[in-house]
T-cell receptor
Framework: GAGVSQSPSNKVTEKGKDVELRCDPI?????LYWYRQSLGQGLEFLIY????????KSGLPSDRFSAERTGGSVSTLTIQRTQQEDSAVYLC??????????????FGPGTRLTVL | AQKITQTQPGMFVQEKEAVTLDCTYD???????LFWYKQPSSGEMIFLIY??????QNATEGRYSLNFQKARKSANLVISASQLGDSAMYFC???????????FGGGTRLMVKP
């Protein structure tokens, strides 16, 4: 079946503009994650959605970042008033959300965000 | 404090030889999982292998095996018979039962020489 898809694949924006990044998880996966991969910072967790539960937002770096997941499927990560340090690859992952530490996360191809 | 440490930023290996990529971790959660992912230059994250904290045997998946030493908190990835296509970034990650996310190490860039 189809894997995790993300759009756009590349986004160039000007400092101060808002951007929206989209993630379409694997069908039937209840858990969805956003990560950010930037030079010098490695991969860092941003936010986690599980079913209808309140999201775990503990990784969001500032209040300029927000995310929502509509209907338990597609998710949108929004960055307001973008800054140059927001430049990174934003990766989305989904999993079946089962109990236990084994919960393989399937990653999308990422969105490369460049803030000029 | 770093939860996942990969001390080798870059490594070379000769084609057809074996290579070990190091990973140490830190957790007080008795139940956790350790993952290795491969990230080629194309950018996608490819799951390679998983080891659970209660697993008695080291995990193996084809040419990949995990040298799990629980007391030392290490989970090294061993790639046997390296191929040119193995050239990529490799990330070690951990998921604690008490947490939701994967915590990643800084990665190791592996370069396979013909």
């Amino acid at each position: 079946g189809a894997g995790v898809s993300q759009s756009p694949s590349n986004k160039v924006t000007e400092k101060g503009k808002d951007v929206e990044l989209r993630c379409d998880p694997i069908s039937g996966h209840t858990a969805l994650y956003w990560y950010r991969q930037s030079l010098g910072q490695g991969l860092e967790f941003l936010i986690y959605f599980q079913g209808n539960s309140a999201p775990d937002k503990s990784g969001l770096p500032s209040d300029r970042f927000s995310a929502e997941r509509t209907g338990g499927s597609v998710s949108t990560l929004t960055i307001q008033r973008t800054q140059q340090e927001d430049s990174a690859v934003y990766l989305c992952a989904s999993s079946s959300g089962g109990a236990g530490p084994y919960n393989e996360q399937f990653f999308g191809p990422g969105t490369r965000l460049t803030v000029l | 404090a770093q939860k996942i440490t990969q001390t080798q930023p870059g490594m070379f290996v000769q084609e057809k030889e074996a290579v070990t990529l190091d990973c140490t971790y830190d957790t007080s959660d008795p139940s956790y999982g350790l993952f290795w992912y491969k990230q080629p230059s194309s950018g996608e994250m490819i799951f390679l292998i998983y080891q659970g904290s209660y697993d008695q045997q080291n995990a193996t998946e084809g040419r990949y095996s995990l040298n799990f030493q629980k007391a030392r908190k290490s989970a090294n990835l061993v790639i046997s018979a390296s191929q040119l296509g193995d050239s990529a970034m490799y990330f070690c990650a951990m998921r604690e039962l008490a947490g939701n996310m994967l915590t990643f190490g800084g990665g190791t860039r592996l370069m396979v020489k013909p």
